[in-house]
C-alpha cells in the first residue's frame, strides 16, 4: 500500500461568491448560502479576499469552518491597513486587530496569511524587516504561516528573499501574470496565485499547462526541482523534504477558474 505524502496539495479559488459562476460553476437555481458548501466539495482550499478590505465577524470565520469538510483549508488575505501604508513598522496594531477578530475560530482550516503589497511599494529593507518581525509564528498555541506577496521590481534582490528566509515567510508566486516572477524557497509550504486563465479555453488553461502547473504542485510536495528558476537560492541549504503546497487560480477570466481547479486536483490526484 502506498505511503501517504505528509505534505500535501492545497488547490482552490478566490472567493466563492461571483455572479457569472452561478449556472456555470455552481448548478442552476442553488441557493446562495449554499455556496460555499458546494464550492469546498469540489476542491480542498479558498483563498478569502474580503480579509484585505475589511474585518470579519467572528460568527463568518465559525460559519466558514462548520460549512466546509474536514480537512478544508482556507488562505486569508491579510488587511490592507497593515500593507497600505508608508511606515510597515507602524502595522502592529492592525495585525493585532486582525488576529483579534476571530480568525482562529477556522481552528485546524486555518492556512496561510496573504500579505499583498500594492505595485508600487518599493523594498526598504529595514522598515520591510520591522514588518515581518510583527508576523507572530504562533497565537494561542496554534502555528500561523505567513506569506507576502509583493510586486514591485525593487524586491527582485538577494536582500529580500534573504529576510524572507530568516523570518521563514513564503514568496507569494504570481504567476503568469505582469508582476515580478519572484520564486524562492524560503519557507516550510508554496503558495502560488496562477493568473493565465482564458476564455477561449473550457477549463481555463490548455491541458498542456494545466498538466505542468500540476507537475509543479507536486514536485514542490516532494521536494524536487520545479522548471521554475528559484531567484538567489540557499547554497547551505539541507535537502527538502517537501513542503505543503497552496495553489490559487486567481484573476485572468476568473469564469473559468473554479473548471482550471478542479482539473488540476484531478491530476494531482491521479498522479
Not at 463568518?60 to 510597515?88: I, M, Y
Not at 476564455?199 to 504542485?217: C, F, I, K, M, V
Amino acid at each position: 500500500m502506498p505511503v501517504k505524502p505528509s505534505k500535501r496539495i492545497h488547490i482552490g479559488i478566490g472567493g466563492w461568491t461571483f455572479a457569472p459562476w452561478r449556472g456555470s460553476f455552481y448548478p442552476k437555481g442553488l441557493p446562495q448560502r449554499q455556496e460555499l458548501q458546494y464550492a469546498s466539495g469540489k476542491l480542498n482550499s479558498i483563498e478569502i479576499n474580503g480579509t484585505y478590505y475589511g474585518s470579519q465577524k467572528p460568527e463568518s470565520f465559525a460559519k466558514w469552518h462548520d460549512e466546509t469538510p474536514e480537512d478544508f483549508v482556507f488562505a486569508l488575505k491579510g488587511p490592507r491597513f497593515a500593507t497600505n501604508r508608508r511606515v510597515l513598522a507602524e502595522a502592529g496594531e492592525s495585525i493585532e486587530r486582525f488576529f483579534d477578530s476571530g480568525v482562529l475560530l477556522l481552528g485546524d482550516k486555518l492556512g496561510p496569511i496573504n500579505w499583498q503589497f500594492v505595485p508600487t511599494k518599493k523594498f526598504d529593507p529595514e522598515d520591510f524587516e520591522s514588518f515581518l518581525g510583527l508576523l507572530p509564528k504562533s497565537i494561542e498555541g496554534r502555528e500561523v504561516r505567513h506569506a507576502v506577496e509583493v510586486r514591485h521590481e525593487s524586491f527582485v534582490c538577494e536582500e529580500f528573499i534573504t529576510l524572507a528566509r530568516k523570518y521563514e515567510v513564503a514568496v507569494v508566486l504570481a504567476a503568469d501574470s505582469d508582476y515580478p516572477q519572484i520564486h524562492g524557497n524560503t519557507a516550510p509550504f508554496v503558495y502560488a496565485r496562477i493568473m493565465g486563465t482564458v476564455e477561449t479555453e473550457p477549463n481555463g488553461y490548455s491541458g498542456d499547462d494545466l498538466d505542468r502547473w500540476a507537475q509543479h504542485a507536486k514536485a514542490w510536495q516532494a521536494g524536487n526541482p520545479v522548471a521554475i528558476p528559484e531567484i538567489f537560492p540557499d547554497t547551505h541549504a539541507k535537502a527538502s523534504k517537501g513542503r505543503d503546497v497552496f495553489l490559487y487560480v486567481i484573476s485572468g477570466f476568473k469564469e473559468r477558474n473554479p473548471n482550471a481547479g478542479m482539473e488540476l486536483i484531478k491530476r494531482v490526484v491521479s498522479g
